[in-house]
């Protein structure tokens, strides 16, 4: 009768323990935008990243051959129209530089995430400051 009345207590499974993300990995995988945020468990933010940065590149390296196209379809004689010409191929060497560190700064900030969140995720300090790509 005893026996009957022992009630045993309600085993359940101890969650596994959460992965702590590395420092090291997390910047290392950022080297191909967007597998840091994936190694960080951040679907959506690695795709956006990924897409943008590869989005910059792709415009600024078309950038040059567009110009050219416009070139040869327009091909420009005679002094003001030579120099018209001149000024566009200028202002697409803006465009492609403008486009091409546009990405670079945009890759580097998804390096500098994906470290950030990981030393976040493993429970250290941040500082935080005014301008990120200060942050060591």
């Known amino acids: 009768m005893l026996a009957d009345r022992v009630v045993e207590p309600e085993t359940r499974p101890s969650p596994a323990p ?26 959506r933010k690695a795709i956006t990243f990924l897409g943008a ?50 990405a670079l700064a945009l890759w580097y900030a998804a390096l500098h995430d994906a470290r950030l969140v990981a030393r976040l995720r493993r429970g250290e300090p941040v500082r935080e400051g005014r301008w990120w790509f200060f942050h060591r």
């Open 53 to 102: 940065v590869s989005g910059l590149f792709f415009v600024s390296v078309n950038v040059p051959a567009l110009t050219d196209a416009l070139l040869v379809w327009w091909r420009p004689r005679g002094g003001p129209a030579v120099v018209l010409s001149l000024a566009v191929q200028i202002f697409s060497l803006f465009l492609f530089t403008g486009f091409f560190l546009g």
């Open 18 to 43: 959460r992965r702590r993300p590395g420092l090291a990995a997390a910047s290392w995988l950022s080297l191909i935008p967007g597998l840091g945020q994936l190694y960080n468990r951040q679907p």
